[in-house]
């Protein structure tokens, strides 16, 4: 009978190191900012099920193959579990909201999972809670709110729930793979290959029955489904996963607050749009946010005593 051994996370070495991996996990959050204007401009309305689908099941099988790995033992149910928080349920709620709201307020309601994740690692984790990463995650959230809306947004009922829900749903996922880490000999593609996979296989029934295929899928439209589901899904998945494995999860979870910035950003660059003043200064707080709370503290030392 073989066994499994569940490797937990671990401490970066240098800081340099952890420099390193924070920039490259951070790839991820900033690539996923790029959905909501790839939704609006490039997708078939109407079809969130559909779309969140072609993100998930095609990337996940695709690393599948790579990986050559499957579950063993607990990690068939995990897995599912996993996969159907982070994926089956974030990715439509996240196309619902961001076919139902304007990409900024959507935004918005995503960077409140550094604050879910803060307290859910108190309960799930038995961590201290960081208030420090707190404060930072609601300063984070007041500065994401003065960027993205703008005026004028619009405030959907049904958008905001989808928004909260999937905020909620990704934040259960990331504390629960940081308390289960990853199995021993399972790498980043193939821990990203079983959620991905499990995500799109929960998304398939629901899918076919409720929705359907677009009636029509042209050439933005596939070019939109590649790069959400290669660049969004598999690559960017793979980054953040790897780095879940080893970064605080707190930490890593307030640089999910590069993807509303991303778009605000793609906003200006893309469609024309302009950031006044007041929405440059939650910019700035939105970005500081984001940095303060990469930094580890050094633990204190009491006076008269060697450190």
């Keep these: 009978m073989t066994t499994t051994t569940t490797v937990p996370p671990t401490s970066p070495g240098p800081v340099t190191n952890r420099a390193a991996l924070t920039a490259m996990t951070a790839v991820a959050p900033a690539v996923w900012g790029t959905t909501y204007l790839v939704t609006t401009e490039l997708l078939p309305p109407d079809h969130p099920l559909f779309a969140a689908l072609v993100r998930a099941l095609p990337a996940g099988v695709l690393a599948l193959l790579l990986s050559r790995t499957l579950p063993r033992g607990a990690w068939w149910w995990k897995a599912a579990v996993l996969g159907t928080l982070n994926i089956g349920l974030f990715f439509p709620l996240l196309f619902l909201a961001a076919e139902r709201l304007p990409g900024g307020v959507a ?3 995503g960077a409140t999972q550094p604050i879910i994740v803060a307290v859910l690692a108190v309960i799930v984790l038995s961590e201290r809670l960081s208030l420090r990463r707190l404060s930072w995650g609601v300063i984070g959230v007041i500065g994401v709110g003065l960027v993205v809306p703008g ?7 049904v958008g905001i729930v989808a928004g909260l829900a999937g905020a909620a749903a990704m934040g259960i996922g990331v504390v629960l793979t940081a308390r289960w880490g990853r199995p021993d000999g399972v790498g980043a593609i193939g821990f990203a290959a079983w959620q991905l996979t499990a995500g799109g296989l929960v998304l398939l029934a629901p899918t ?4 359907g ?3 029509r899928i042209g050439a933005p439209a596939v070019a939109g489904y590649l790069w959400l589901g290669i660049i969004g899904g598999l690559l960017a998945y793979t980054l953040w996963f790897h780095g879940l494995r080893t970064l605080p999860v707190t930490a890593t979870a307030l640089l999910g607050l590069l993807s509303p910035l991303v778009a605000a950003a793609l906003g200006v660059l893309v469609a024309g749009e302009t950031l006044g003043a007041l929405q440059l200064v939650g910019f700035a707080l939105a970005v500081t946010a984001l940095g303060a709370g990469q930094i580890v503290p050094r633990p204190r030392t009491r ?5």
Excluded: H, R, V, W
């Excluded at 076919?208 to 929705?211: I, M, S």
């Excluded at 006076?303 to 450190?307: A, V």
């Design 151 to 157: 005026p004028g947004a619009m405030f959907d009922p």
């Design 303 to 307: 006076k008269g005593l060697p450190s």
């Design 208 to 211: 076919l029955l409720l929705e």
């Design 213 to 215: 295929i677009p009636s």
């Design 107 to 109: 935004a918005t309601l």
